[in-house]
């Protein structure tokens, strides 16, 4: 896969030995401990990248008036690299560092999902059960038309419960009480869409999800949460109540207001309380502690027989990043290098999810509130993940987390982490083999399908094959198997003047057998 990396990147590189280098932060060792699965020559190729990173963000702060940052890059489930840039108080001149803690906002909502799916894994709520079997007061909802379905705990993990975009309106609930909660249901919710039909992004389907998680678990969520993701994770820093965090970590929070000149000024947001609406963007964490999360979500990839050990099964954390809810298509979008490159994008269970033209699989989500504004994002096939702060309103990072990724990808030359061959995959590669380039007892060999001869047969094969033959010279070598999934790979097969790549995939039977195979010229 092709990544591009834009040409003001290594232009501005030159100029980064003029600014004042940040110091790297190695996370601390947490109680979970997430595997390595890449040998360490992947941080080496990733360092010279860092000044450059340092750079993109040094540049998103100062264009979008961010009073202060704090970012990190996350490897195979460590962090490798963070940073600070200006300040968490702008008047008392507290430096930001990987150690302040920010209010993420809606980056909440997947630790929200998270604890839903622990309680489906623990088999005390389904994702198809009625909402309202957590909620009473929802039995009562006016739904948009007499034919609408029920709302499902998994709407409102997907936001297609079909209530209203609410992102202005929902910024200011953060600190409303349970009560004001239970008034709001009871008094009743528009409908934007019946449920199950549309994606439309909402902070009142979170809240919900806490008092869902209130309920099954009976205790407050942000306890449940605390007790069951955050203490596990190691994340012993991380608060929902801005008061409880001491006043020298405290990332406040600013709007910046422009005086008609071009000039302008930060003005102070005030930090709303914790409250019933926390579930959908209330956390306050730091750098260090949130690479800690991002560290689990890298740790689900790939399947695997090892031990798991996380404070959630690695199969749900795959779940909550597929993309259930289609949220958009962006034709016209463009890569760093400013390329056109179209983007799909859907929303999992609290993540956003997308895939660009080159075939590029992002996750994450980003987070926005009056004085913040956040976003991590990992690529799951590379085992590779960003996280930025900014403390002012709507900071918009997202744009800069993808530059990050794309940037560290390219330098680095990172490769997708391998998938491992399954025995039945290899076993029929080096049966294969064996009958190239003749064909001699194939239809006896046991190894395809029903349907391969009648496809093609003997015959053709053997004179495609002999022909590639001809071209490719003597076989030096036969390549390593890279597998697509555990019944679907290709290697090549190197000759003197030409190699040939081999594609085959496995049918549903046990044991599998070949049903196509393709051959295919390579140059040298």
């Not at 309680?119 to 038309?145: C, F, M, Q, V």
């Not at 994008?345 to 956040?374: D, E, Q, R």
């Amino acid at each position: 896969m092709k990544y591009l990396l834009p040409a003001l990147l290594l232009a501005a590189s030159s100029a980064l030995a003029q600014q004042a280098p940040l110091g790297r932060t190695v996370a601390h060792v947490s109680t979970y401990q997430p595997p390595v699965f890449t040998d360490a020559d992947r941080l080496k190729k990733l360092e010279p990248a860092f000044p450059i990173v340092e750079k993109l963000f040094r540049d998103i702060a100062e264009k979008r008036h961010i009073p202060g940052m704090a970012f990190g890059i996350v490897l195979d489930g460590k962090l490798v690299y963070s940073g600070g840039l200006g300040y968490t108080n702008v008047d008392k001149k507290i430096a930001a560092t990987p150690k302040s803690l920010f209010r993420i906002a809606s980056m909440t909502k997947s630790l929200t999902s998270m604890a839903v799916l622990k309680l489906r894994d623990e088999g005390k709520l389904r994702l198809d059960d009625p909402a309202e079997n957590y909620i009473p007061e929802l039995k009562s909802h006016k739904y948009l038309t007499a034919d609408a379905p029920k709302i499902l705990v998994r709407n409102l993990l997907t936001h297609s419960a079909g209530f209203p975009e609410d992102n202005p309106w929902g910024d200011r609930q953060l600190a409303d009480t349970d009560d004001d909660l239970t008034k709001l249901i009871k008094g009743g919710i528009s409908n934007a869409n019946v449920p199950s039909f549309a994606y439309e992004y909402s902070n009142l389907a979170f809240a919900m999800l806490g008092r869902i998680i209130s309920t099954v678990s009976g205790k407050p969520y942000q306890q449940y949460i605390t007790e069951n993701i955050l203490k596990p994770l190691g994340m012993n820093d991380t608060q929902w109540e801005y008061t409880k965090v001491p006043a020298n970590r405290l990332a406040l929070g600013y709007r910046w207001q422009e005086d008609g000149s071009g000039a302008g000024k930060w003005l102070e947001e005030p930090l709303l309380h914790d409250g019933s609406h926390g579930a959908m963007g209330g956390l306050i964490t730091s750098i260090e502690d949130f690479s800690k999360y991002v560290a689990v979500h890298e740790a689900a990839w790939p399947p695997r027989n090892d031990v798991d050990n996380g404070p959630v099964k690695r199969s749900s954390i795959r779940e909550m990043q597929q993309p259930w809810t289609f949220s958009g298509l962006a034709a016209q979008a463009k890569n760093p290098a400013g390329q056109v490159c179209p983007v799909t994008s859907g929303y999992g269970y609290g993540l956003g999810w997308n895939k660009n033209c080159a075939g590029l699989v992002g996750v994450g989500h980003s987070g926005g509130l009056p004085g913040f504004g956040s976003q991590w994002r990992i690529l799951p096939e590379y085992g590779i993940g960003v996280i930025s702060y900014g403390n002012v309103t709507y900071a918009g990072l997202g744009g800069v987390n993808i530059a990050v990724l794309d940037t560290l990808v390219a330098l680095a030359k990172l490769q997708p982490r391998q998938l491992p061959v399954s025995p039945i995959l290899a076993q029929r590669k080096a049966e294969l083999v064996k009958l190239l380039p003749d064909w001699t007892n194939a239809e006896r060999s046991g190894i395809f399908a029903e349907n391969f001869f009648p496809d093609n047969s003997v015959a053709i094969r053997r004179k495609t094959v002999q022909d590639l033959y001809a071209k490719a010279g003597a076989i030096k070598r036969i390549g390593e198997l890279i597998p697509e999934n555990q019944l679907r790979g290709h290697f090549v097969m190197e000759g003197e003047k030409a190699s040939i790549d081999v594609f085959f995939t496995l049918t549903p039977e046990n044991p599998a057998l070949i049903q196509q195979l393709d051959f295919r010229e390579v140059t040298n």
